[in-house]
């Protein structure tokens, strides 16, 4: 057991339509001909004309796979329309090269990623202590792509070092904090600079440095920050740790990544009542003998200031080299460790942050996410990058009240929020009040990633929070690709629930199951060319690497993922390990699920495949009852019958189930597979990422409604 040590203080539908131009729920009509269809209750097929018989499909609609009929042509309507003014950093960039269009852009990124690449480290001023030789080298083939040859760099030279150095940016804030209750910390970047070498002297005491892995088990606190970037600075990996895991989930990951010191804290605060983080650090070490050294994060009330040892001279290390080592769950039980380096992560979240949320040093960033998940490391990198200041909150979004979130964006004048689209629905059952009563006038940009959203909470998220005049910047990406693959951008009209299309420099597409292009209707998202973030192959496993993203089809990356392109829009519907197959049709959850919460009755759901020896899988459907509402028969035909009427009468749900609570992640994250897993008394895999196991029991007492 290693010995603890403290270190560092923190202080601390069919819905009612309002008109013939849009069906189902996501302002879409067909039209063939001169004539447009759309009425509140579909047909299972066109009734009349040459497309008799032929069944409607649509974004809600539709089956992977499949085409839309010839002749009919979706649209959507478009919510916001960007300004133009060329005050963006899209557009300034545009501006620097000579290119008169954001899709002249988008083509050259694609068509040229050396050239893009390179041209966004200099235009966002990446420092690399030695500059690479080549951009890009696929010599090892397109899986083993190496960026930013022969060049040296850290990810802390970007983020703190550049901008405590000047003085005209040294005293700028760089992290601003807020717990439940109520107490705050500030940083600038000088001061952000002094922890982080702080820390980073202290583990070069104790030998870590090149290829050393140092776990980091803590809350969205200041001192996480510095804890990040002083691993960096020796040349180790960060090892990201959900702050709600368990013993067993750490002492995995700890022993799968080799890891050689463990950061914790003693405590931390979640919905008014401590958190023995230190406690489950102490029991997971048990398992984890690996571990040479915990050192503790200590908070102010426990007497300990920060360390200090003067400045230390970060290690400039291989473009290559690992800077974070992070871990997704995996089905079978065991996680899988994305490599995280600090050149092309780097490069590709201050991209994406500068690019795509438009952040500036003017900014305040704020992602409400754990630094468990890859979004914690996104705001850091994204954030600082940019000489932002990065706001973190410790805590939950609603307690003690649902003002808690809004009241936060109101007191730190955030400017650019990112959240998730399960969250927004959970905050939509509180009501409007909570956020309009609210002065979120700095929100310029809004965020959103995790999940397919559906068209209420989008639209209350738009205009409710972002007033209307905010883009919903709708990511789409995941750990192992370091950020995303489909994003809008600032320059372009949005339309409801978009992920717009590529994000810059990202050969994505849409995959029918020949592995041949697909438009106007649902595949596989892939991605053609390699991108400087994605993952050097899956810790300790090359092989698991190649055959789960590589070996569908050669030289081509196949992320899980359902997607289509429709009118040149891409939509996500969910992922393909969770779709439905019934009687030979595939559905994705996500579009049973929008259905379901158009119903008032509704607050969230979950649809999942339950295996049927006629048809494959029956549809279950689980939902959250709204208050007030009482679980009945009545009810969960009407759920039913709503279903069918959108999807088809085969993809009616045959139980509905009402439940107190969804299993999900922190992240607020549905996971299907816990609830398919309760239904057949079935081992779900790794729940290590549930954020209430009270959500389980909640399921054991669901009522059910077979239909």
């Known amino acids: 057991m290693p010995r603890v040590e403290p270190v560092i203080t923190a202080t601390f539908a069919t819905l009612p339509l309002p008109d013939a131009e849009t069906i189902i729920d996501i302002g879409v009509s067909f039209k063939i001909g001169s004539e447009r269809h759309g009425r509140p209750t579909l047909p299972d097929a066109w009734p009349t004309g040459p497309f008799a018989g032929f069944s409607l499909v649509g974004r809600h ?3 992977p796979f499949t085409e839309l009929p010839a002749g009919a042509n979706m649209t959507s309507r478009v ?12 557009e300034r960039f545009m501006t620097r090269h000579g290119i008169g269009a954001f899709d002249e852009l988008m083509a050259r990124s694609i068509s040229e990623p050396e050239w893009f690449w390179d041209a966004v480290v200099g235009f966002l001023e990446i420092p690399f202590a030695r500059p690479y030789q080549r951009v890009v080298d696929e010599s090892g083939g397109i899986a083993w792509t190496r960026w930013f040859t022969e060049g040296t760099t850290n990810a802390a030279l970007a983020c703190v070092d550049r901008w405590a150095e000047n003085p005209g940016s040294a005293d700028r804030l760089a992290v601003v904090w807020e717990g439940e209750d109520g107490a705050e910390e500030a940083w600038s970047y000088a ?9 980073a002297h202290r583990l070069a005491e104790l030998g870590v440095g090149d290829g050393d892995v140092v776990g980091v088990f803590l809350p969205m606190l200041p001192e996480t920050v510095a804890v990040f970037m002083a691993v960096a600075k020796v040349g180790a990996a960060t090892l990201p740790l959900f702050s709600g895991f368990g013993p067993e989930a750490i002492a995995v990951r700890l022993r799968d990544a080799g890891a050689a010191v463990l950061v914790t804290t003693s405590t931390a605060h979640r919905r008014g009542r401590p958190v023995p983080m230190g406690e489950t650090a102490t029991e997971a ?28 001279a970060t290690r400039a290390v291989e473009s290559e080299a690992p800077l974070l080592l992070a871990y997704t769950s995996g089905t079978t039980g065991r996680p899988k460790g994305a490599v995280l380096v600090h050149g092309g992560f780097t490069v590709k979240c201050a991209e994406e942050a500068a690019f795509q949320l438009d952040v500036t040093s003017q900014d305040r960033l704020f992602w409400f996410s754990d630094f468990g998940w890859i979004m914690g490391a996104w705001e850091c990198i994204g954030g600082l990058a940019a000489g932002a200041t990065v706001c973190l909150y410790e805590g939950a979004p609603d307690w003690p009240d649902p003002s808690r979130l809004w009241r936060y964006l109101e007191h730190h004048r955030v400017s650019a929020l990112g959240i998730s689209p399960t969250l927004i629905r959970s905050l939509m059952a509180h009501g409007d009040k909570a956020v309009t009563t609210a002065d979120l006038s700095a929100l310029r940009m809004l965020g959103s990633t995790g999940e397919p959203w559906n068209e209420e909470p989008w639209r209350w998220y738009f205009e409710k929070v972002g007033g209307g005049r905010c883009p919903v910047i709708n990511f789409s990406g995941g750990t192992e690709v370091g950020g995303c693959f489909l994003s809008p951008h600032p320059v372009q009209p949005l339309t409801p629930m978009t992920v717009g299309g590529p994000s810059l420099g990202m050969a994505v597409d849409v995959f029918d199951e020949a592995g041949r292009p697909l438009r106007e209707g649902v595949g596989e998202l892939v991605c053609t060319r390699p991108w400087p973030a994605m993952t050097r192959g899956l810790w300790g496993d ?4 190649l055959a789960t993203y590589w070996s569908r089809w050669p030289g081509v990356w196949v992320h899980g993922d359902w997607a289509s392109i429709e009118d040149g829009q891409w939509y996500l519907h969910g992922r393909s390990d969770d779709t439905i197959k019934i009687s030979g049709k595939r559905l994705g959850p ?9 119903d008032p009755a509704v607050v969230e759901a979950a649809a999942v495949g339950i295996p049927d020896a006629a048809t494959g899988d029956q549809l279950w459907a689980f939902v959250v009852p709204a208050e007030g509402t009482e679980p009945s028969a009545e009810l969960a035909a009407r759920l039913s019958a709503l279903v069918g009427a959108a999807l ?11 439940t107190e609570l969804l299993p999900k992640t922190r992240n607020a994250k549905v996971l299907r597979r816990a609830i398919r897993g309760a239904v057949l008394g079935l081992d779900p895999g790794d729940l290590s990422s549930l954020d209430d196991p009270a959500s389980l029991d909640a399921l054991g007492r669901a009522v059910q409604f077979p239909l």
């Open 61 to 63: 609609s539709c089956a």
């Open 79 to 90: 919510m916001w329309e960007p300004p133009l003014r060329g005050s963006t950093n899209v």
């Open 191 to 199: 001061e952000l600079r002094r922890r982080a070498d702080g820390f």
């Open 285 to 312: 070490l048990r398992g984890a003998p690996g571990v040479r050294h915990c050192l503790v994060v200590e908070r102010a009330e426990e007497g300990l200031g920060p360390l200090d040892g003067g400045p230390f």
């Open 542 to 545: 090359p092989d698991r690497y």
């Open 590 to 598: 996500a579009e049973v699920e929008s259905v379901l919460v158009s």
């Open 648 to 658: 088809g009468k085969s993809f009616r749900p045959r139980c509905v189930g009402f």
